[in-house]
């Protein structure tokens, strides 16, 4: 019998992560504060699962991919990973760690290097780790391509003689050179036609199962999440504000802003309608957030202790998590014809 998530030793544990980024003002440019790009974040994500990470751009989200990956140095916390804290790593240790841990960007036509044929971007990973030469680098790029939908007959060409979503396989092809145990993919279809998203989505998925991926999956469109996650976070101004599984926070959102997420996707269908959920305001800003809840100043439910209490992540149900003073605990409302 395989041991339940509770028991089981995460690949991936992320305790009390902040990145605070120093800002300048005035004519000569002194430091008069941070933007708090991310704000103290607590989760773990488990070997074969895809944790999702959703929320407004700004949230901090994407930042929290780079600090996983080591890509920016957090300015307090700890990335715990197979058991090894990687903020107390050195350089070398690192790079090492990097074998099992990658990214797929969000643009497919920035994130690969314009002057560089396919065959030497999927094969620039293996020759850094010294993994394989000669013929059998070659066959190993040749299998990666073939693993993402594309042909030996592509090896020679240019990113700019490829569409976006080819673009994108070979980005992911990139990202899997090394077999890694754990990928961050960071909003890896919003730069896609709707078309194309799907298909890359049941990629990611197909390859999961094949070869035993763990994903952390970044994006700010719900559908897309839903479909690829198994629990999903939402992020709000660099906190986690909701976690749980997929079925459950769909089912039973109990964070106002994760409600009105969920009431702001689009139904495909003319004839249901549903009570729409307007958010009033903007999302405040990072360097100076509100006191108590962050939220507070666009919640229609806020209460005077939602204005001078910052709100705890803790379990309502299940291991549904909820960083609220009042979680909405009734059901949400449903469409209706």
Not at 6 to 25: D, I, T, W
Not at 143 to 153: A, I
Not at 208 to 222: M, N, S
Not at 284 to 300: S, V, Y
Request: glycine share 8%.
């Amino acid at each position: 019998m395989e041991p339940t998530r509770e028991s089981a030793q995460p690949l991936l544990e992320v305790k009390g992560l902040k990145k605070y980024f120093p800002y300048k003002q005035g004519p000569f440019s002194r430091q008069v504060g941070y933007v708090r790009a991310v704000d103290g974040l607590d989760f773990a994500v488990y070997r074969g699962e895809t944790l999702g990470i959703v929320g407004e751009s700004g949230c901090g989200k994407s930042t929290a991919g780079q600090l996983i990956m080591q890509l920016l140095e957090p300015t307090e916390g700890e990335i715990w990973f197979e058991g090894r804290n990687l903020s107390a790593l050195s350089k070398e240790e690192v790079r090492r760690a990097r074998r099992d841990l990658q990214i797929i960007f969000q643009d497919p036509y920035s994130s690969l290097n314009p002057r560089m044929r396919v065959a030497d971007i999927i094969a620039e990973p293996l020759k850094v780790h010294g993994l394989h030469k000669g013929a059998e680098l070659t066959q190993r790029v040749a299998e990666l391509l073939h693993l993402v939908g594309l042909g030996e007959h592509h090896l020679h060409r240019h990113p700019h003689e490829f569409s976006g979503g080819q673009r994108q396989r070979i980005g992911i092809a990139r990202a899997l050179a090394l077999n890694p145990k754990l990928i961050i993919c960071d909003e890896p279809v919003s730069a896609l036609d709707v078309s194309i998203q799907s298909q890359i989505l049941n990629l990611l998925k197909k390859l999961q199962k094949e070869l035993q991926l763990t994903y952390i999956f970044i994006a700010h469109g719900l559908p897309a999440v839903k479909h690829i996650s198994d629990r999903i976070a939402v992020m709000y101004l660099g906190k986690i504000v909701e976690l749980a599984d997929r079925d459950s926070l769909f089912a039973s959102p109990l964070h106002p802003y994760t409600r009105a997420l969920l009431n702001a996707v689009p139904v495909p269908d003319p004839t249901k309608r549903k009570e729409r959920i307007i958010l009033q305001g903007d999302l405040p800003n990072p360097a100076n957030p509100p006191a108590g809840c962050h939220f507070h100043t666009r919640c229609p439910h806020a209460q005077e202790i939602c204005r001078s209490k910052p709100p705890v992540l803790q379990s309502h149900a299940d291991g549904h998590l909820v960083s609220c003073h009042f979680p909405l605990l009734e059901k949400a409302p449903v469409e209706t014809a």
